[in-house]
T-cell receptor, first 111, second 113 residues
Framework: GQQVMQIPQYQHVQEGEDFTTYCNSSTTLSNIQWYKQRPGGHPVFLIQLVKSGEVKKQKRLTFQFGEAKKNSSLHITATQTTDVGTYFCAGPRSGNTPLVFGKGTRLSVIA | DGGITQSPKYLFRKEGQNVTLSCEQNLNHDAMYWYRQDPGQGLRLIYYSQIVNDFQKGDIAEGYSVSREKKESFPLTVTSAQKNPTAFYLC????????????FGDGTRLSIL
């Protein structure tokens, strides 16, 4: 079945360093979404990318969708302690069915 | 405020017992979902429903059951057949359509006594 792989699984950074997580799908996606889950919390929708090669920014966060619509990345510039959490990417399955989520990248920020 | 409410926040199950997790939404979403999350793992889909009185199995439906009698409500029962039920259970909802963004509840943590 369709798979969405994320790397790395864990990332520890010093506060102020940059952070990037990558998402790769086994199939072409109509869109890709990113979610953030704070420790002890629930996933919160961040953004949806639809177009090939699309780049969107939210303050220090930059999201990209690959030209082939099979991969995506999330880059955080100058991490802060508030960025701590697990970042998940998710893409639609074939047909009118729910999203498939990657296993997430857990980000730790050392002050 | 619109949102998704899950209850209880914490739940303990005895051996051989069925327990039911509640999920209610007032977002007027047609689609609702149940996920299981284990430590360090992603979200695994248990069941989903796109319309009242209809639901489909997800990737790990064995040992679970659901109902969708009302648009707003999608309770999940963890049956005694689920031998490893300890996990964090998340309910979500969305509008209908291919890969629509999902809104999540705060989750229920289920443990075995």
């Amino acid at each position: 079945g369709q798979q969405v792989m994320q790397i790395p699984q864990y990332q520890h950074v010093q506060e102020g360093e940059d952070f990037t997580t990558y998402c790769n799908s086994s199939t072409t996606l109509s869109n890709i979404q990113w979610y953030k889950q704070r420790p002890g919390g629930h996933p919160v929708f961040l953004i949806q990318l639809v177009k090939s090669g699309e780049v969107k920014k939210q303050k220090r966060l930059t999201f990209q969708f690959g030209e082939a619509k099979k991969n995506s990345s999330l880059h955080i510039t100058a991490t802060q302690t508030t960025d701590v959490g697990t970042y998940f990417c998710a893409g639609p399955r074939s047909g009118n069915t729910p999203l498939v989520f990657g296993k997430g990248t857990r980000l730790s920020v050392i002050a | 405020d619109g949102g998704i409410t899950q209850s209880p926040k914490y739940l303990f199950r005895k051996e051989g017992q069925n327990v039911t997790l509640s999920c209610e939404q007032n977002l007027n979403h047609d689609a609702m979902y149940w996920y299981r999350q284990d430590p360090g793992q992603g979200l695994r889909l248990i069941y989903y429903s796109q319309i009242v009185n209809d639901f489909q199995k997800g990737d790990i439906a064995e040992g679970y059951s659901v109902s969708r009698e009302k648009k707003e409500s999608f309770p999940l029962t963890v049956t005694s057949a689920q031998k490893n039920p300890t996990a964090f259970y998340l309910c979500a909802s969305s509008i209908l359509g291919d890969g629509q963004p999902q809104h999540f509840g705060d989750g229920t943590r289920l443990s075995i006594l």
